[in-house]
């Protein structure tokens, strides 16, 4: 099975920039649909964006829309999430996550593998 580890995560004023990173060993990444999802203290784990198999297909929350970026590179098993114009809303642990599922799906009851996650924090 694929392991995953996230970095890039931070403190970062609002406005500013981030790239989040994840590495996959074990298994070739490309097998994967891959997703990233955030959660937040007190609040369940919610879907951020999802990048089918040969990155042609992407898909975003409404609340990224604009301001998010996914991004694979199979080659190197990696998966990319690039964020910029960063709100303190935006602040959460982020986790990257694989699936089999055909699509790229929003449900995070469909990924069977994820990483540990790192935290991202927005500075007001």
């Known amino acids: 099975q694929v392991q995953l580890v996230e970095s890039g995560g931070g403190l970062v004023q609002a406005g500013g920039s981030l790239r989040l990173s994840c590495a996959a060993s074990?298994?070739?990444?490309?097998?994967?649909?891959m997703g990233w999802f955030r959660q937040s203290p007190g609040k369940e784990r919610d879907f951020v964006a999802a990048?089918?198999?040969?990155?042609?297909?992407?898909s975003y929350a409404d609340s990224g829309k604009g301001r998010l970026t996914i991004s694979r590179d199979n080659a190197k098993n990696t998966v990319s999430l690039q964020m910029s114009s960063l709100k303190p809303e935006d602040t959460a642990v982020y986790y990257c996550?694989?699936?089999?599922?055909?699509?790229?799906?929003?449900?995070?009851?469909?990924?069977?593998?994820w990483g540990q996650g790192t935290q991202v924090t927005v500075s007001s």
């Open positions: 996550a694989a699936t089999t599922t055909i699509y790229n799906s929003r449900d995070q009851r469909d990924y069977p593998y």
């Open positions: 074990g298994r070739a990444v490309s097998l994967y649909v």
């Open positions: 990048i089918s198999r040969n990155g042609g297909v992407t």
